[in-house]
C-alpha cells in the first residue's frame, strides 16, 4: 500500500461544483501539503500543515480550502470549481528536523473542471 | 514567484551520455532538493544537500551547490532511457530570523528524453 494515499485519482466536474480531493498518509508525519502543477509551471503550493491545528496558506491559496481532520488526513476543496482549476493536485508529507526535509508525494489527483 | 528556476527547459540525449541540469535560486535557502517525476506520477526525491555542502553523491546522480551563486547542477552519469523523465530543484528557505519556512519551493522543472 502506498504510504500517501490521494482521492479521487481522477475527476472531471462541472463549473461551479463543489468538490474535495482528500489525502491520508501511514508515514507518521506531522507535516501535509497540497500543491497544484500546471503544465509549464511545474508545482505551487497551495497551502501545508504543520499539525492539526496549524494551517497555512500557501502562493496560491485563492479559491481553495483545507481541512487536517486528523494527524493523517488533509483534504483540500474547491468550494465552486472553475475551469482554470483544471490541474493535477499533489499530496506530500514531511518530517521535520528544524528545516524542510524530504517530501513524500501520493500519485496525484487529476481534476477537470469543465 | 518561482524561487527556483531549471535549466535547460527540456534535454535531450542518447543512452550512455552524461545529462546536467542547472537550477537557479534568488534567496538564501537551507537546503537544496532534486526530485524526479515520470510523466504524471507523483514526484520522487533524488538527493537533498545542504547549503554547508559543496557536493554530494548518489549512485549515478552528482549534486553540487553553490552558494555565492545560488545554483545548483544536478549530474546523471551513463544515462540510460529508464532516466527519461522530469528533474525539478525545490529549496527550503532560510528566514531571516533563522529556521526555515517549513515547506519547499519548486522550479519549473527540466524535462530530460533519452534515447536508446
Known amino acids: 500500500d502506498a504510504d500517501v494515499t490521494q482521492t479521487p485519482r481522477n475527476r472531471i466536474t462541472k463549473t461551479g461544483k463543489r468538490i474535495m480531493l482528500e489525502c491520508s498518509q501511514t508515514?507518521?508525519?506531522?507535516?501535509m501539503y497540497w500543491y497544484r502543477q500546471d503544465p509549464g509551471l511545474g508545482l505551487r503550493l497551495i497551502y501545508y500543515s504543520f499539525d492539526v491545528k496549524d494551517i497555512n496558506k500557501g502562493e496560491i491559496s485563492d479559491g481553495y480550502s483545507v481541512s487536517r481532520q486528523a494527524q493523517a488526513k488533509f483534504s483540500l476543496s474547491l468550494e465552486s470549481a472553475i475551469p482554470n482549476q483544471t490541474a493535477l493536485y499533489f499530496c506530500?508529507?514531511?518530517?521535520?528536523?528544524?528545516?524542510?526535509?524530504?517530501?513524500?508525494f501520493g500519485e496525484g489527483s487529476r481534476l477537470t473542471v469543465l | 514567484s518561482q524561487q527556483g528556476e531549471e535549466d535547460p527547459q527540456a534535454l535531450s540525449i542518447q543512452e550512455g551520455e552524461n545529462a546536467t541540469m542547472n537550477c537557479s535560486y534568488k534567496t538564501s535557502i537551507n537546503n537544496l532538493q532534486w526530485y524526479r517525476q515520470n510523466s504524471g506520477r507523483g514526484l520522487v526525491h533524488l538527493i537533498l544537500i545542504r547549503s554547508n555542502e559543496r557536493e554530494k553523491h548518489s549512485g549515478r546522480l552528482r549534486v553540487t551547490l553553490d552558494t555565492s551563486k545560488k545554483s545548483s547542477s544536478l549530474l546523471i552519469t551513463a544515462s540510460r532511457a529508464a532516466d527519461t523523465a522530469s528533474y525539478f530543484c525545490a529549496t527550503d528557505l532560510f528566514l531571516n530570523y533563522g529556521g526555515s519556512q517549513g515547506n519547499l519551493i519548486f522550479g519549473k522543472g527540466t524535462k530530460l528524453s533519452v534515447k536508446p
Open positions: 506530500a508529507t514531511s518530517d521535520f528536523a528544524g528545516v524542510t526535509g524530504e517530501l513524500f
Open positions: 508515514k507518521g508525519h506531522d507535516r
